[in-house]
């Protein structure tokens, strides 16, 4: 099984300022077809399913706002958030789509400092 | 509007049963491959199971394989997750989603408990 591996765990953040989310998975995730890394990176707040913010490691849902950005290659992904706004508080979970069982880091909480 | 709806949710006790069900609306139910995801309450998400787009071929995660069953039914659009042999451990918030590339719709969520 691919582990997912978040960190940190939890991180407080001044209004306005940089939010870093660091993820590491145990092997590569690298979807040969089209040589992008199969992370999917989502928000969670309570009493709402998870909603996407980013896909193929990088790429931006629609909607989404583009304080909000994916990077990293190979096994170490990275979600960032410019400018922390009071509605980024949530917990936020990247997820391997490369093979089954189809992990999850265990998640960073991100609150406002 | 494109949805995913969960129903069937509810208490039970230490070895009983369950089945949630995962109604589609708003695209072709058909193409789409349909997981489950699970949250103990404080807890993270964990990868329960998918079923392909046929029906014909599905996977579980170990905690579950042998007691939950994915099934479809492309004619009413819906996807069930049959639990049996129901644990404490089993307690979560379930949700059901499609998958394109990535889990990109998400149902609202189902809440199971299971408890004596």
């Known amino acids: 099984d691919i582990v997912m591996t978040q960190s940190p765990d939890s991180l407080a953040v001044s209004l306005g300022e940089r939010a870093t989310i660091n993820c590491k998975s145990s092997q590569p995730v690298l979807y040969s077809p089209n040589n992008k890394d199969r992370i999917t990176w989502y928000q969670k707040k309570p009493g709402q399913p998870p909603k996407v913010l980013i896909y193929w490691a990088s790429k931006r849902e629609s909607g989404v706002p583009d304080r909000f950005s994916g990077s990293g290659s190979g096994t170490d992904f990275t979600l960032t958030i410019s400018s922390l706004q009071a509605e980024d508080v949530a917990v936020y979970y990247c997820?391997?789509?490369?093979?089954?069982?189809?992990?999850f880091g265990q998640g960073t909480k991100v609150e406002i400092k | 509007e494109v949805v995913l709806v969960e129903s069937g949710g509810g208490s039970v006790q230490p070895g009983g049963s369950l089945r949630l069900s995962c109604a589609a609306s708003?695209?072709?139910?058909?193409?789409?491959?349909i997981h489950w995801v699970r949250q103990v309450p404080g807890k993270g998400l964990v990868w329960v199971a998918y079923i392909n787009n046929d029906g014909s071929g599905a996977t579980y995660a170990d905690s579950v394989k042998g007691r939950f069953t994915v099934s479809r039914d492309n004619a009413k659009n819906t996807v069930f997750l049959q639990m049996n042999s129901l644990r404490a451990d089993d307690t979560a918030v379930y949700y059901c989603?499609?998958?394109?590339?990535?889990?990109?719709?998400w149902g609202q969520g189902n809440v199971v408990t299971v408890s004596s």
């Open positions: 997820h391997q789509y490369y093979s089954s069982p189809y992990t």
């Open positions: 708003g695209f072709t139910f058909s193409n789409y491959w």
């Open positions: 989603a499609r998958s394109t590339d990535y889990l990109d719709l």
